[in-house]
């Protein structure tokens, strides 16, 4: 079947009402089902993706990303995945004077959070693309150990708790980034990913394998003014190919391009 015979504008249609109905799974395996389909060109299916989160950017990552990205991964290899989020995150979610710096294989870590898979750093912020979920032997990862019977699975209960205390981040990181770039307006723009700032970081700690920093967002809570401090680091990983002389060299500067980006 020629691409001519498969709307992309149709189809992003029929999946924009199942998000108003709020059907994420039916959402989630139509847009997979086009991609398995291979009936779209590339760029053709990740406009779709990206004209789908720019309708609705928090329902999106709040509820399909994670089912998303766990079955396209299964469908696209390592340097398919980078090309659709890089494209959409230029194409959807730039601002003026964006410009992306550095991707690398790695995870982002916030205290009892973490996002494994692709760390993008831009000029004015980081965008993790991966799993997430709770940090391995924090709080809410023993939480789900404990409500698994002891088995170390994750369960319903702690992924909800990541997944609360992230979009609670994000809308703070949202804020601040918007405050940040008054000189433009944040309509039509919608964030792929999971995002964190390096405005305003400090206690920065460069070691061989990581780099950990901290920054502050202040957002209004009853009338006060409240402050928040986001605990991060970001750690780069080996690439499937990748010789461990190669792996360490480009970790080198990977976390240097961070450090000298932190603002």
Do not use: W
């Amino acid at each position: 079947m020629s691409t001519t015979e498969f709307n992309p504008d149709a189809l992003k249609e029929e999946i924009k009402n199942l998000i108003r109905q709020e059907r994420k799974g039916n959402a989630v395996k139509m847009i997979v089902n086009i991609a398995a389909s291979q009936k779209l060109l590339d760029k053709e299916f990740y406009d779709l993706v990206g004209e789908v989160i720019r309708f609705n950017q928090q329902y999106f990552m709040e509820k399909m990303y994670p089912k998303f990205y766990k079955n396209i991964s299964r469908l696209f290899n390592s340097n398919q995945m980078y090309e659709m989020e890089q494209y959409i995150l230029e194409k959807f979610s730039f601002y003026s004077g964006e410009k992306l710096l550095d991707s690398f294989n790695g995870k982002t870590v916030q205290k009892d959070t973490q996002v494994a898979g692709r760390v993008y750093l831009t000029n004015y912020r980081i965008i993790a693309h991966g799993k997430f979920g709770p940090t391995p032997g924090s709080s809410l990862a023993a939480a789900g150990a404990g409500a698994a019977g002891g088995t170390g699975s994750q369960t319903g209960t702690n992924i909800g708790a990541s997944m609360a205390l992230n979009e609670y981040i994000q809308k703070r990181v949202q804020k601040r980034l918007q405050e940040y770039m008054s000189h433009e307006s944040s309509e039509g723009k919608s964030c792929f990913g999971y995002q964190y700032p390096i405005i305003d970081s400090y206690n920065v700690a460069r070691k061989a394998k990581n780099l950990s920093y901290r920054v502050d967002i202040e957002f209004e809570k009853k009338g006060k003014l409240k402050r928040k401090t986001l605990k991060m680091k970001i750690v780069p990983k080996k690439e499937l190919a990748e010789t461990s002389n190669v792996f360490n060299n480009r970790r080198k500067q990977n976390l240097t391009l961070i450090e000298n980006n932190l603002k």
